[in-house]
T-cell receptor, first 112, second 116 residues
Framework: DSGVTQTPKHLITATGQRVTLRCSPR?????VYWYQQSLDQGLQFLIQ???????AKGNILERFSAQQFPDLHSELNLSSLELGDSALYFC???????????FGEGSRLTVL | AQTVTQSQPEMSVQEAETVTLSCTYD???????LFWYKQPPSRQMILVIR??????QNATENRFSVNFQKAAKSFSLKISDSQLGDAAMYFC?????????????FGTGTRLKVLA
């Protein structure tokens, strides 16, 4: 157990819909990262937050948005969903000194 | 910009044998972290080993060890006495240690098959 909690674990929805993925980082971790992994693909960095502020943006579509709340949990909002958005979405957290990323189990999104 | 390259999309190893997965990276920084992550069929991302660039000694974790060549910007993973449970996708990753944005850059992965 990495200590990073993601909900929901699985989500099936239709094209055009909107979903919200939630992440609770490890206790004490201020940084939250979101990654997208399509089937048999690598990890695509979407966005990073540090203590409530956006720190870095990767290949995140305009239809996607995220935020980190005062209690440090984070949400990734995906709207106007397309078939190609079907993927495993990972949240990860890290602590300033330790270096490594700790990953949640991912939220598997299927868009039909 | 930093890049991470894993040139072996797929590797196979016989059970109990040793295999080495390659990773090269490009950076102009002198202080950074390097990692190997394992992703088994469950798709959970599991940290295998990490290396801090300022440490010359190669990291080891039980059957897993790295060959860190800073000048050559190479960071290979050696798995000894391979087991069936080692079958997974392996990702090499880089993270800067300088203050500011701690962006992690992942390679494209190497799929390791372990043959019984």
């Amino acid at each position: 157990d990495s200590g990073v909690t993601q909900t929901p674990k699985h989500l099936i929805t239709a094209t055009g819909q909107r979903v919200t993925l939630r992440c609770s980082p490890r206790s004490g971790d201020l940084s939250v990262y979101w990654y997208q992994q399509s089937l048999d693909q690598g990890l695509q960095f979407l966005i990073q937050y540090y203590n409530g502020e956006e720190r870095a943006k990767g290949n995140i579509l305009e239809r996607f948005s995220a935020q980190q709340f005062p209690d440090l949990h984070s949400e990734l909002n995906l709207s106007s969903l397309e078939l190609g958005d079907s993927a495993l979405y990972f949240c990860a957290s890290s602590r300033r000194g330790s270096g490594e990323l700790f990953f949640g189990e991912g939220s598997r999104l299927t868009v039909l | 910009a930093q890049t991470v390259t894993q040139s072996q999309p797929e590797m196979s190893v016989q059970e109990a044998e040793t295999v080495t997965l390659s990773c090269t990276y490009d950076t102009s920084e002198s202080d950074y972290y390097l990692f190997w992550y394992k992703q088994p069929p469950s798709r959970q991302m599991i940290l295998v080993i990490r290396q801090e660039a300022y440490k010359q000694q190669n990291a080891t974790e039980n059957r897993f060890s790295v060959n860190f060549q800073k000048a050559a910007k190479s960071f290979s993973l050696k798995i000894s006495d391979s087991q069936l449970g080692d079958a997974a996708m392996y990702f090499c990753a880089y993270r800067s240690s300088s203050s500011g944005t701690y962006k992690y850059i992942f390679g494209t992965g190497t799929r390791l098959k372990v043959l019984a």
